[in-house]
């Protein structure tokens, strides 16, 4: 596992995003972790989150998987729209790429400008790469492709999470999976729900253990229940 990768894990437990215990998913699954973005709240928490998003887009640059000449990152109301904006500056400030960002509003603007779109005013020839916190079922995302996918000749190359929690979407398959039958669109996410179980299980972050027997146990369970069986 890349360093990044690990780095990451331990950098959502110190900000409060990584948490366990009893939660409920927006797709209304009981969980035992739960991944909340809204909870960074601070300017060096933003500034390091962009460089993880650039790291994970920039890895999957050079392995061909993301086209280069990506030139918009589309943020989706709320909790997209801190990530587009710190992962373009990390973009510019660490790997002397500029791209633009931009994000939807919840509400249609009647006034003004107008519109439902904030930032770069999307273009045909535009290539678009979506910041999101986390795939789940996928919801969130199937409620916010289609302000993209109207727009013509405008290309969504791929999708960036936070953490893939591994779990089925509407039917048999990963969430991502779905997304990619559907719509063409594959998802990179800086991490994994393996990932996180392997870096932090029996391992202290901060003096402290956050994936202790018990945890893991009820983490496996879920991952049991909800996840596709990765030789599946």
């Known amino acids: ?35 909340n973005t809204g909870n960074y709240r601070t300017g060096a928490q933003a500034h390091r989150l962009g460089q993880f998003y650039a790291a994970c887009i920039t890895e999957h640059m050079k392995s061909g998987e993301i086209p280069q000449d990506i030139n918009v990152l589309f943020g989706p109301a709320y909790k997209g729209i801190p990530l587009a904006v710190s992962t373009a500056i990390a973009l ?14 919840k509400e249609k603007k009647d006034h003004g ?37 109207q727009r013509e000749n405008v290309r969504v190359e791929g999708l960036v999470v936070s953490v893939d929690r591994m779990e089925r979407g509407k039917g048999e398959k990963t969430a991502i999976a779905e997304l990619y039958e559907d719509f063409g669109i594959r998802t990179y996410p800086i991490v994994t729900v393996r990932e996180v179980i392997d870096t932090l299980y029996n391992t202290e972050v901060d003096g402290k253990i ?9 983490m496996e369970d879920y991952l049991e229940k909800y996840c596709v069986k990765q030789n599946a």
């Open 1 to 35: 596992m890349e360093q990044y990768k690990q780095e990451f894990i331990r950098f959502m437990v110190r900000s409060g995003v990584l948490t366990f215990g009893d939660f409920v998913t927006k797709s209304g699954r009981n969980t035992p972790y739960f991944i």
């Open 92 to 105: 510019s400030a660490e790997y002397g790429r500029d791209v633009n960002y931009c994000f939807n509003r």
């Open 113 to 149: 400008e107008g519109g439902n779109m904030v930032g770069h005013q999307l273009t045909a020839g535009d290539r678009v790469l979506i910041t999101e916190d986390v795939i789940t079922a996928g919801t969130a995302v199937r409620e916010t492709l289609p302000l993209l996918l």
């Open 210 to 218: 956050f994936i202790d027997d018990a945890v893991r146990s009820a």
